[in-house]
C-alpha cells in the first residue's frame, strides 16, 4: 500500500510538472496608457502605459489585438484602459476601451 501510494504521488507531481503552460493560471493585468502608433495594417498597437502592479514600470510597449476589431475606432493620441494577458513573447489584448 506504501509503495502505490509512493507511486501515485510521485506520478501526480510529474504531471503537475509536465502540465502544459497553457493549462496553467493566466496572469492578467491591466493598466491605462495613451497610443502612440499602430503597427502595419494594425496587427499591434504601441502603448505608452502607465506603471503596472507586478508586472512593469511604465514605458512604451507593443500590444497584439485578440480580434482586429478590437483596434476599430482607436487613434494615435487616444487615452485607453487595456487589460492583457502573455502569450510566448506577445502581449494579448483582452480588452481595450478610449476612456
Given at each position: ?11 501526480l507531481s510529474a504531471l503537475v510538472v509536465a502540465a502544459p ?69 506577445r502581449r494579448v489584448l483582452e480588452f481595450i476601451r478610449k476612456?
Amino acid at each position: 500500500m506504501a509503495t502505490r501510494r509512493a507511486f501515485s504521488l510521485g506520478l501526480l507531481s510529474a504531471l503537475v510538472v509536465a502540465a502544459p503552460r497553457a493549462a496553467r493560471a493566466v496572469d492578467r493585468y491591466t493598466t491605462r496608457g495613451t497610443i502612440k502608433s499602430f503597427g502595419k495594417a494594425r496587427r499591434y498597437v504601441n502603448i505608452a502605459h502607465d506603471d503596472i502592479p507586478g508586472y512593469m514600470a511604465a514605458m512604451t510597449m507593443a500590444f497584439h489585438p485578440a480580434t482586429p476589431a478590437q483596434l476599430d475606432g482607436l487613434d494615435v493620441g487616444d487615452r485607453v484602459e487595456l487589460g492583457f494577458v502573455e502569450q510566448g513573447d506577445r502581449r494579448v489584448l483582452e480588452f481595450i476601451r478610449k476612456l
